[in-house]
């Protein structure tokens, strides 16, 4: 009986959360979720949002429970994590969040290796998952996404909504803008500035700074195009 009680104060004490994206990375985010919980349970799982899919569809055993009306109508608090990649879309969904009820956390693998937080700021809603390392002096802005096994070095700042698939190598003392997105495999020297809304592709070598609004690829990265 004494077990079963602490239980139940466990489940009551447990944030709810859920997850805007039902796709494959939503998906990940969940696991992330569970990992999380396993270390230290802190959160209980209710489902996603997503305008792209039915409202009631279950994805991997859980509803899909509306999209930004839902969540612009839901009546208690929620944690809410944005499990979308390209920074343009991130940055529209949560302009378009306007309920106060609504709060995101920012969630972080228990693997994750991180230098002392006197000296590194992390701002809300980023995801940052398993195998992360980052390192000293670094300033994370809002609604950041490292993906799996990426590196920060030393004295690095990374704006708003940027976003960084797995493996993505960043050298200390490197500038980022807001809205940049890194592909997979892509590695940024040291001692550089990438403007905002920037893509860098995948595997790319940025061996010099690259401006802002434009796409690089390559190795060495060249920009290939202008962003509108």
């Known amino acids: 009986m004494k077990q079963w009680k602490r239980l139940k104060e466990i489940q009551i004490k447990m944030d709810k959360i859920a997850i805007y ?18 270390n230290n349970r802190q959160f209980d799982f209710i489902g996603y949002f997503d305008d792209g899919i039915e409202k009631g569809s279950i994805i991997n055993d859980y509803p899909v429970l509306g999209g930004i009306n839902e969540l612009n109508n839901w009546k208690e608090h929620l944690n809410l994590t944005i499990a979308v990649g390209k920074p343009i879309i991130k940055r529209k969904i949560i302009s378009n969040i306007t309920n106060t009820n609504i709060s995101y956390p920012t969630l972080v693998h228990p693997n994750v290796l991180i230098g002392d937080m006197k000296f590194n ?3 809300k809603g980023c995801i940052i998952c398993a195998s992360v390392i980052i390192t000293v002096n670094i300033n994370i802005g809002n609604f950041v996404i490292l993906n799996l096994s990426c590196t920060v070095g030393h004295d690095t700042c990374i704006g708003d909504f940027s976003s960084f698939m797995p493996s993505v190598n960043i050298s200390g003392e490197v500038n980022i803008g807001s809205e940049v997105y890194a592909g997979t495999g892509a590695k940024i020297i040291n001692q550089l500035t990438i403007g905002n809304k920037t893509i860098i592709g995948a595997g790319a070598v940025v061996a010099k700074s690259i401006p802002a609004n434009c796409t690089a690829v390559g190795v060495p990265a060249k920009v290939i195009k202008l962003n509108e």
């Open 121 to 123: 700021t992390i701002g």
């Open 21 to 38: 994206g039902s796709g494959g990375f939503g998906r990940e985010v969940h696991l992330l979720i569970q990992e999380i919980n396993n």
